[in-house]
């Protein structure tokens, strides 16, 4: 079914645009290699570790590869738990999740011995006392082994005592830290288009609704706010049907964190019959073994007082039954 001009123009002026709160939250875990790798296991044991590049200049925090030359970074150098900042911005207001929970500056600082900056909260107490030239030092935390988390902050004035447990040598192959895991929690507001509300509205109703610019030209879903090849705006919504063919797939056998179904399962794309462009969702109630290209599927609606503005509607695909359809039905939308 397709929603003619005065019919959309009707549906964007009636109704605002959709905005909600989103929350990215998730942990990143990454391999290190030899000098990140190097770098936090020095902070680990108390040591603020730097390297030295082919033009003579230490680098802290090291970087992985020789600016100049682009070879692997390989000689450690242990830098100083104090040093000079260079520049720095005030937080009044911190937010969740930054190192200190009271005013504080974010600050780059050049370490004792090295000969670039940076970057971390200064716990200052107030903007008052920070300044350009300004000693600080280290503060370290009593668990280590969170990489730069292992300091806490830098505090005015010359360093203390050394922290608990420092590295008296680059004994970098003692008990090496390998792996990092990095919490990563995102708050922001998303506005919707207007293409992107009525599909939400449209999913919110049990409907799937795409966009096109005009009669006979591509229907893409999600709808988009133009048409990608040409940029002519959309003109018309488009209902398409629950149920279309899988082109391509990935059989996924590997157990990952928040992982919410048990392993093997089949995330597919999706043609729905009438659209242009396939979309990623599930496809339950058959062997993952028996998906293919081709195959006939239908949705699989959650109970209706579940529906939100979400494509989570659809709990997955399932097979019809119905033949296959033929590789040159779909090849142009692999």
């Not at 506005?191 to 009669?215: D, F, H, N, Q, V």
């Amino acid at each position: 079914m397709t929603l003619g001009k005065s019919e959309l123009e009707e549906s964007r002026s009636a109704l605002p645009n959709l905005s909600a709160p989103l929350n990215l939250r998730f942990d990143y875990t990454r391999s290190l290699g030899p000098t990140i790798g190097a770098f936090v296991t020095g902070l680990r044991d108390g040591t603020v570790l730097g390297a030295r590049g082919s033009d003579g200049r230490v680098y802290a925090p090291p970087p992985e590869y020789d600016p100049d030359t682009a070879e692997p970074i390989t000689e450690f150098v242990a830098v100083g738990n104090a040093g000079t900042v260079v520049s720095w911005s005030w937080v009044e207001e911190p937010l969740d999740n930054q190192p200190l929970r009271r005013p504080f500056a974010w600050a780059l600082i050049r370490l004792d011995g090295a000969d670039t900056a940076l970057l971390h909260a200064v716990d200052a107490g107030s903007s008052d006392a920070m300044h350009t030239g300004m000693r600080v030092h280290a503060r370290w935390a009593d668990e280590r082994g969170h990489g730069l988390r292992d300091i806490t902050c830098f505090a005015p004035g010359e360093s203390g005592d050394d922290p608990a447990g420092a590295a008296e040598s680059l004994a970098l192959d003692d008990d090496p830290i390998t792996m990092l895991t990095t919490p990563v929690d995102l708050h922001y507001m998303h506005s919707a288009s207007a293409e992107e509300s009525y599909y939400l509205r449209g999913l919110k109703e049990g409907r799937l609704i795409g966009g096109r610019t005009g009669p006979g030209e591509k229907v893409y879903i999600p709808p988009r706010g133009a048409n990608p090849t040409d940029g002519i705006p959309t003109r018309e919504q488009v209902e398409l049907p629950d149920r279309g063919i899988v082109t391509t797939f990935c059989i996924v056998n590997v157990p990952f964190l928040g992982q919410r179904i048990k392993p093997p399962y089949v995330a597919a794309y999706i043609l729905l019959d009438g659209a242009d462009i396939p979309f990623l969702h599930l496809i339950q109630e058959c062997e993952a073994s028996d998906v293919r290209m081709g195959m006939r599927v239908e949705a699989k609606w959650k109970p209706r007082e579940e529906w939100g503005y979400t494509l989570e509607n659809i709990e997955y695909f399932r097979p019809t039954g119905e033949p296959d359809a033929e590789y040159e039905t779909f090849e142009n939308h692999l």
